[in-house]
């Protein structure tokens, strides 16, 4: 059984930085992608950024320019750099992986989940 741990999350104000953390554990597949996702309360989770094992990355079009994602799939590891952050940004990050195919814009796609870490940026 697969598990993702995330950490990192917190309350900020508009225009700093928060870092996201998230480690793979259990019986694993070969990772070929982790990403973040996030759920803002009455709305769909959507694709936050993603990073695929031979390095090509994803961002949705809101975090482009601000976020970044890296990581190690090796080490089953990802990260999410979170800068000059607004107040639409609030949300539950969740952590995700993928060891099949499929698109990475597609969180159908990604077969294992973290349980979300709360992110809260106030004006």
């Known amino acids: 059984q697969v598990q993702l741990a995330e950490s990192g999350g917190g309350s900020v104000r508009t225009g700093e930085s928060l870092t996201l953390s998230c480690s793979a554990s259990?019986?694993?597949?070969?990772?070929?992608?982790m990403g973040w996702h996030r759920q803002a309360p009455g709305k769909a989770r959507e694709v936050v950024a993603s990073?695929?094992?031979?390095?090509?990355?994803i961002y949705g079009d809101s975090v482009k320019g601000r976020f970044t994602i890296s990581g190690d799939l090796a080490k089953n590891m990802v990260y999410l750099q979170m800068n000059d952050l607004e107040p639409e940004a609030t949300a539950v990050y969740y952590c995700?992986?993928?060891?099949?195919?499929?698109?990475?814009?597609?969180?159908?796609?990604?077969?294992?989940w973290g349980q979300g870490t709360q992110v809260t940026v106030s004006s």
């Open positions: 259990g019986r694993l597949s070969p990772l070929n992608a």
């Open positions: 995700a992986a993928k060891t099949g195919d499929g698109t990475l814009w597609s969180k159908e796609n990604f077969n294992t």
């Open positions: 990073i695929s094992s031979g390095g090509p990355t």
